[in-house]
């Protein structure tokens, strides 16, 4: 028995698959000294893998990993002597909802595109833009840049967590799926709507619930971050 | 082996959530929000995020007077409600209605063209308040939970025990949880129709109109011979003994004239009419289907004029096959005898004349059409082809 968890274990460490992106980008500096860098609303919902797996969405999780989030990645940016402006986050204007939402399509376009399997034969560049609106964003929050960041985390329950080494003892062959993080991030010139640079990764481990993580996930997307 | 399994067993059936607990579920009050820490606060928080992309989406109807006309209603019928529920309208040409945990109703156009006067709307309105004042979406989640965590434990009693028949565990499991469900789904149904019916009866409607939303859309199912349910109707009861359960609660109120406000329905949708009737054209359901759904829209409303022309639309975009030319002038002709001044039955006759070569009859009809309209968008077209 004990030698089947072992074999178990050893198997269930291996097949947890990850990619990590290489970020692409058009700059490696920013154009001027101290810009200032709004961030966006983030996009996040984090949910609980039920015992059979259904995503049952958290909203305290979803909170405390917003926060996390926004303090390390407020720490990446003194790092970089870069300065963060807050959004509004009861803006009502619709054309700047309607940027997010368009920042949301764009960014999982250039995941399959740059990254997947979906690549265009024909674009070569990197060179992709949310269009010139996103001078709204900055004349009202006298910005030079703005960070968009996308979040999709699951965890797995406890009867989740048991059920996966279970399953694997007793019907070797089938692997249930455990958690997964989907994240991305993209700085966008608010001159011109380009994105300047861009990361994205898919992974089944990592954490953002607790501060001491999130730093490490957050430190871990923004790595080659310009500045 | 067999001893893991059962402590394995054993554990999974004393953390998972029983079967039928989600039955505890109180019903929500007025002005109520879940705390935080709540599976109730999690369904929330997803769509509340839905709903903040739905407002600015493309598919809401850029209409906010017929949405506060919906409103209105809604806040007739619940009044304590009034505030928790917000009503979208998404231009979507099929029959649906739904409602979010959180309070978001969204009525989709197809329905809104089907209901014949406000009590049916107000019928379906009150029904999808009845979800919401009943907690059934949070109720669905945790059964949903449950069952499919007792689906997984069977699967994995069943895999270990195997199956006498030797057929496929999960089969098994999922017929068995598919039969669960629509129960439970069923259930729901029952109680938001009857809760529906009471704010019908309490605001004055005529409560002998709430079945005859459900009728009319079974009929139209029937014509069109539609195999699959409509998507309101897919884990509704089954709606023959859904409309004998409303028709039996309506008995009492056989002698009561209660309001039906047709008029008011039909001149808040009036500016969409033509584009929600072209559209429920282009689905290109059953010849008997879609002229149902015209009959009933038209029936009452003494608009014979348009109902005619919209027979004949039917027929023009069925497209040139068998006689269907032939036939659309004649609803174009029987239109204009009812009503000699409605533009645009002029405008189509004219140009299926022109396919049909009958030039001078069609130069007729298109300066008709220009000497009625008033500044038309397609004037230098419709001038061009006379010239």
């Not at chain 1, 984090?46 to 909170?63: D, F, S």
């Not at chain 2, 259930?187 to 409607?205: H, P, Q, V």
């Not at chain 2, 089954?238 to 209660?258: H, S």
């Amino acid at each position: 028995m004990s030698r089947l968890l072992v074999i178990f274990l050893f198997f269930f460490i291996f097949s947890c698959s990850s990619f990590n992106t290489e970020p692409k980008y058009t700059i490696s500096v920013f154009d001027k000294n101290s810009p200032k860098i709004l961030l966006m609303p983030i996009d996040i919902e984090i949910c609980e893998l039920t015992l059979a797996g259904m995503c049952e969405p958290n909203a305290v999780w979803t909170k405390n990993s917003e926060e996390n989030i926004i303090i390390s990645f407020k720490e990446v940016l003194n790092r970089r002597n870069a300065v963060l402006k807050k959004y509004n986050i009861n803006e009502k204007n619709d054309n700047i909802i309607q940027l997010i939402k368009l920042h949301t399509q764009i960014g999982q376009e250039i995941i399959n595109n740059e990254y997947g399997p979906f690549e265009l034969p024909t674009k070569k560049e990197f060179n992709w833009s949310i269009g010139k609106k996103v001078k709204l964003l900055k004349n009202k929050y006298k910005s030079d840049y703005a960070i968009f960041i996308y979040f999709r985390d699951q965890y797995s329950s406890t009867e989740r967590f048991i059920y996966n080494i279970v399953t694997a003892v007793l019907f070797p062959g089938i692997i249930p799926i455990g958690g997964s993080q989907l994240a991305f991030g993209s700085l966008v010139n608010l001159n011109n709507g380009e994105i300047t640079w861009f990361n994205g990764y898919y992974r089944s481990f990592g954490d953002v619930r607790d501060l001491e993580n999130a730093r490490d996930t957050v430190n871990k997307l923004f790595e080659e971050f310009p500045g | 082996m067999k001893k893991v399994f059962l402590y394995v067993m054993i554990f999974f059936t004393s953390c998972s959530t029983p079967i039928g607990g989600a039955k505890k579920v109180e019903d929500i009050k007025p002005q109520e929000k879940p705390s935080i820490e709540t599976t109730e606060a999690g369904l929330w928080m997803q769509m509340n995020n839905y709903e903040e992309k739905l407002k600015t989406s493309g598919s809401r109807l850029k209409d906010k007077n017929l949405e506060k006309y919906l409103k209105n209603i809604l806040c007739n019928l619940t009044f304590e409600y009034c505030k928790d529920i917000r009503v979208y309208v998404q231009d979507i040409p099929y029959f649906n209605a739904f409602m979010a945990p959180n309070g978001m109703m969204v009525v989709w156009t197809g329905l809104l063209l089907r209901a014949q006067n406000e009590a049916q709307l107000a019928a379906v309105i009150g029904h999808e308040s009845g979800h919401y004042i009943k907690r059934h979406s949070l109720k669905s989640w945790l059964d949903a939970k449950a069952r499919t965590d007792l689906m997984v434990l069977l699967s994995i009693g069943i895999g270990v025990g195997g199956v006498p028949a030797g057929g496929n565990i999960f089969n098994i499991t999922q017929l068995l949880q598919a039969g669960f469900m629509a129960k439970h789904s069923r259930d729901n149904e029952r109680e938001a129709d009857k809760i529906g019916l009471d704010f019908l009866i309490k605001s004055g409607y005529d409560p002998r109109e709430a079945p005859k939303i459900w009728q009319n859309i079974i009929k139209e199912m029937e014509l069109g011979e539609v195999d699959k349910p409509l998507a309101f109707l897919a884990s509704h009861p089954a709606p023959e003994e859904r409309i004998a359960n409303l028709k039996k609660q309506t008995e009492g109120y056989e002698n009561i004239k209660n309001k039906k406000n047709m008029k008011e329905l039909k001149g808040k949708i009036q500016q969409h009419l033509h584009k929600w009737i072209k559209n429920e054209i282009r689905l290109n359901n059953k010849l008997e289907q879609t002229e149902f759904v015209l009959d009933k829209t038209f029936e009452g409303t003494g608009d014979e004029y348009l109902f005619n022309f919209y027979r004949g639309e039917v027929y023009r975009l069925k497209g040139d096959i068998d006689d269907n030319y032939e036939k659309a002038i004649d609803y174009y002709n029987k239109s204009i005898k009812e009503k000699n001044d409605f533009p645009d039955v002029y405008r189509e006759l004219g140009l299926l004349q022109l396919k049909n070569k009958e030039n001078d009859k069609a130069k007729k009809n298109f300066k008709k059409y220009l000497e009625i309209a008033k500044n038309p968008k397609d004037a230098s077209i419709i001038q061009s082809y006379i010239n």
